[in-house]
């Protein structure tokens, strides 16, 4: 290719790429090569081909574009400050895992909680379009994230009542969204720390990896605190776990480019931050990155053992989460199958309650698809306003489905439990 023209392919590749993203491709196309060189971890390079950009700009103003240059200006400020405080940590191994499962893969003991699949939801009568669902050791806390009314990704909570009902999923806090998505929440065993992804303001490129602790007075989480490097990266990352008892973490990241994976990171946690000091390292960019997961391991740790350890203790685990559904019963006790009941009414009762539960989940997919129509819909037009009637209708059905739903589960326990 010349490189001082553009031939027939390359027009037609760059149109496309003004019709994507709305990003002229000039002369240059200084902010496309300063993207690519900020995925590369060349700040300065990404630096200068912004400046040129901005100077375009001024010459041909755009406010979509402003607006982008400026979301890509923070972003490379926030990820050229974090090279000052590259976490020390040890990789304990990667694996590279289909993005659509990566949750599964996180082997979590029974005491650091739970990662559900999203269809576990589908059982409680509440709404998702979260990657997991995660619930506390108990199962009485649950969180994940769904689109909101502006549809935008939040992570909700609920908590699970005295009568085995739950309560009303509420929004964990805007705090978390950063003026973007927040997903994948996991709490640890204090109940007040929360790890989660957002792709918000203070992300240096994509999901980031965020921390964030509850005021246990209020109840409100306090301002959230991006992991920075190796966490974190100009690519994106989905989640972080930790299993606080073994000292060990877990985070899933695209940076490796793998068409439809991820990889899982799994990484022994320090009890004091330890970071490499920046004067001492000869190339701290390929510590932030992680080119080599080798270079951060100690030669006196046995990571085979605590691999085994790990897969040792996600068999105990697979054993306990053998059941076929989970039914609160009065006094702590979980029926987890039909052969838990000693009564044939509760039996049947049961099985009437799933025939409820399916209808219910039809519902709730039903309202989804219907809200995101509704959304996308223009207003001007009028034609919005059969939508959210009919939405208002399936609320209504929705409200009084569950009413009943809680009713049979009543009559379940009364059934089971009578003398």
């Keep these: 290719m010349v490189k001082t023209g553009l031939n027939r392919r390359y027009r037609i590749l760059t149109g496309l790429l003004v019709l994507l993203i709305g990003v002229p491709v000039a002369k240059g196309d200084f902010l496309r090569e300063g993207r690519d060189a900020f995925m590369k971890y060349d700040f300065d390079l990404a630096s200068e081909n912004y400046e040129k950009y901005a100077k375009v700009l001024k010459k041909s103003p755009n406010a979509r574009n402003e607006e982008l240059l400026e979301k890509y200006l923070r972003q490379l400020e926030i990820a050229e400050n974090s090279l000052d405080n590259v976490q020390q940590i040890e990789i304990i191994d990667r694996i590279d895992v289909p993005a659509a499962e990566f949750f599964k893969y996180v082997k979590l003991p029974a005491a650091g909680g739970k990662l559900l699949d999203p269809d576990a939801l589908l059982k409680y009568q509440l709404n998702n379009m979260s990657d997991f669902v995660f619930s506390t050791e108990s199962g009485d806390v649950m969180m994940w994230s769904e689109n909101d009314e502006g549809n935008r990704e939040v992570i909700m909570h609920t908590e699970r009542l005295m009568d085995g009902s739950w309560e009303k999923p509420s929004n964990s806090g805007e705090i978390l969204n950063d003026g973007g998505n927040a ?237």
Excluded: C
């Excluded at 792709?199 to 980031?208: E, F, R």
């Excluded at 899982?264 to 990155?289: H, P, Q």
């Excluded at 691999?307 to 006094?331: C, H, Q, T, W």
């Excluded at 039996?347 to 539960?357: A, E, H, S």
């Design 183 to 419: 997903r994948n929440p996991f709490m640890l065993t204090d109940g007040l720390t929360l790890y989660y992804s957002s792709d918000g303001d203070g992300s240096m490129g994509g999901y980031d990896i965020f921390v964030a602790t509850k005021d246990p007075v209020s109840g409100k989480f306090r301002q959230p605190i991006g992991l920075g490097y190796p966490f974190n990266s100009p690519f994106n990352e989905y989640m972080m776990a930790i299993d606080e008892d073994n000292g060990i973490g877990w985070w899933v990241t695209d940076r490796n480019g793998i068409d439809g994976q991820v990889s899982v990171y799994i990484f022994k946690t320090n009890e004091v931050r330890k970071n490499y000091v920046l004067d001492e390292e000869d190339d701290i960019i390929s510590l932030a990155r992680l080119d080599d997961i080798s270079i951060t391991r100690n030669p006196d740790t046995d990571y085979a053992s605590i691999l085994k350890g790990i897969e040792r203790r996600n068999r105990a685990v697979n054993r306990s989460m053998d059941y076929d559904f989970l039914f609160p019963m009065p006094g702590g006790k979980v029926a987890r199958r039909l052969s838990d009941f000693s009564k044939a009414s509760a039996k049947r009762d049961m099985q009437q309650y799933f025939k409820m539960v399916d209808e219910y989940s039809a519902l709730e997919k039903k309202l989804s698809e219907l809200r995101k129509k509704y959304h996308q819909t223009d207003r001007k037009k009028g034609s919005s306003t059969a939508l959210k009637n009919q939405i208002l209708e399936l609320e209504k059905k929705r409200e009084w489905m569950s009413d009943n739903m809680k009713k049979m589960r009543n009559t379940i326990i009364t059934e089971e439990t009578k003398q």
